[in-house]
Nanobody, 123 residues
Framework: VQLQACGGGLVQGGGSLRLSCAAS????????MEWYRQAPGNERELVAS???????NYAESVKGRFTISRDNAGNTVYLQMNNLKPEDTAVYYC??????????????????WGQGTQVTVSS
């Protein structure tokens, strides 16, 4: 599975951005999809996740401002970010939890990562 993220940019505080991340390859193996972010000097943190059935989870810092969603095919995940704050500035990464059978008929679980996309919020 390969992930391609896009949609980052520079926005003023209070503004909005929409990130998207498209999966290709063995996309039928995708289960939960997530958005992470990493600010300079900080560890990567989970921003939001969405399971195959649509259940979502959010970091406390983004609840009520960010919305994660995915298309019906489950291959593309979005992150709608509203009321952005300077502290949201970071590189945002999409990820997908993948489960598949290998050649030995064993279940293999791994996490695929997309390249990061920069989000910068000015004050």
């Amino acid at each position: 599975v390969q992930l391609q993220a896009c949609g980052g940019g520079l926005v003023q505080g209070g503004g909005s951005l929409r990130l998207s991340c498209a999966a290709s390859g063995n996309s039928n193996s995708i289960r939960t999809m997530e958005w992470y972010r990493q600010a300079p000097g900080n560890e990567r943190e989970l921003v939001a996740s969405i399971a195959t059935g649509g259940h979502t989870n959010y970091a406390e810092s983004v609840k009520g401002r960010f919305t994660i969603s995915r298309d019906n095919a489950g291959n593309t995940v979005y992150l709608q970010m509203n009321n952005l704050k300077p502290e949201d500035t970071a590189v945002y990464y999409c990820a997908a939890d993948v489960v598949f059978l290998n050649s030995n008929s064993e279940f293999v679980a791994l996490r695929a990562w997309g390249q990061g996309t920069q989000v910068t919020v000015s004050s």
